[in-house]
């Protein structure tokens, strides 16, 4: 197993002043990785809007915590098996987060992901199981209480997939896509949404065992769900 926490750390504190940004940029090849990551602080990168870090061995592990505005998160993932959370405290964050992201590698096959954020004016994109199925995918999706004006689209492709969003806060958009690999057991969305405004797009399609698991609450949502077999 590869473990660079102390790497990262040591990265951290040479360039932790109010003046820099913290710049991490991780290519990764091997069996397995370990990656835990805190940055706190704003303008911070792992990985930037031209360059992904990337991981591609057989099991990933990232738990990433950003405290701060203005913070990046770009990371493609390819393996077997992705596990991780990212925490997000602050405003005007952009996370994109790719698991198997070539046709060369294996398949993002197992996966448990979870992204929490606390803040105003975040983009969070997800692509999960993008050219082969995502089979049991976990995905949970949380906006805790006064996150307002968030975009979120979460796109996942596998067989019995459960995708959790809940969001409280005003003037969220959500862009939701399951896509392929239905029956048995697949497709499952749950949502749950509190605040005053949402704009939420939702597609599942078959053949058969679309379920979805809606609720929500406040003023002017403005919902679309279409299923298909």
């Known amino acids: 197993m590869k473990k660079i926490t102390t790497y990262i750390m040591f990265v951290m504190f040479m360039v932790t002043t109010p003046l820099f940004a913290n710049d991490i940029y991780v290519t990764q090849s091997g069996a397995s990785l370990t990656l835990d990551v805190l940055q706190d602080g704003e303008n911070n990168t792992i990985g930037n809007s031209t360059t992904a870090s990337a991981s591609t061995g057989a099991t990933t592990s990232l738990n990433i915590d950003q405290v701060g505005d203005s913070n990046v998160i770009k990371y493609q993932i390819n393996g077997a098996t992705y596990t991780g959370v990212i925490n997000l405290q602050g405003s005007s964050n952009d996370v994109d987060l790719n698991c198997d992201s070539t046709n ?126």
């Open 104 to 229: 060369g590698n294996s398949s993002c096959g197992s996966v448990n992901a979870v992204v929490n954020f606390t803040g105003n004016s975040n983009d969070i994109d997800l692509d999960i199981g993008e050219t082969s199925a995502a089979t049991g995918a976990d995905v949970d999706i949380v906006g805790n209480s006064g996150s307002d004006s968030n975009v979120v689209a979460a796109t996942v492709d596998g067989t019995s997939v459960v995708l959790t969003i809940t969001v409280n806060g005003d003037t969220n958009n959500y862009l939701l896509d399951i896509d392929g690999n239905g029956d048995v057991n697949g497709h499952t969305l749950i949502h749950t949404h509190t605040g005053g405004i949402a704009d939420v797009d939702i597609t599942q399609s078959g053949v058969n065992d679309n379920m979805i698991n809606l609720t929500t609450s406040g003023d002017n949502a403005n919902i679309d769900i279409i299923q298909r077999d």
